[in-house]
Nanobody, 115 residues
Framework: QVQLVESGGGLVQAGGSLRLSCAAS????????MGWYRQAPGKQREMVAI???????RYADFVQGRFTISRENAKDTVDLQMNTLKPEDTAVYYC?????????WGQGTQVTVSS
């Protein structure tokens, strides 16, 4: 059973940076993608960035060049470097691993950006 553990969230002022990390315990062999999603209060969970097993990357439009996703296959980790953070980036950020028939989610890490 794969488990995901996120770290790196916190409180930062607008314009600041945070780096989120996600480590998978258990094999993610056969997964199609790893990525980050977020959910703000009262809103639906949305994709932030994903990276496929082949290395293709997709970002949400709101990222606008501010975030960078990276993956280290040897360690089964995926990171999200977030720069130029805005108050509207405030949300719980979730790590995700996609398999063919199911997804695995982390417990989430809170990111709060103050104005």
């Amino acid at each position: 059973q794969v488990q995901l553990v996120e770290s790196g969230g916190g409180l930062v002022q607008a314009g600041g940076s945070l780096r989120l990390s996600c480590a998978a315990s258990g094999s993610i062999f056969g997964s199609s993608a790893m990525g980050w999603y977020r959910q703000a209060p009262g809103k639906q969970r949305e994709m932030v960035a994903i990276i496929t097993s082949g290395g293709s990357i997709r970002y949400a439009d709101f990222v606008q060049g501010r975030f960078t996703i990276s993956r280290e296959n040897a360690k089964d980790t995926v990171d999200l470097q977030m720069n130029t953070l805005k108050p509207e980036d405030t949300a719980v950020y979730y790590c995700n691993v996609q398999f063919r028939y199911y997804d695995v989610w982390g417990q989430g890490t809170q990111v709060t950006v103050s104005s």
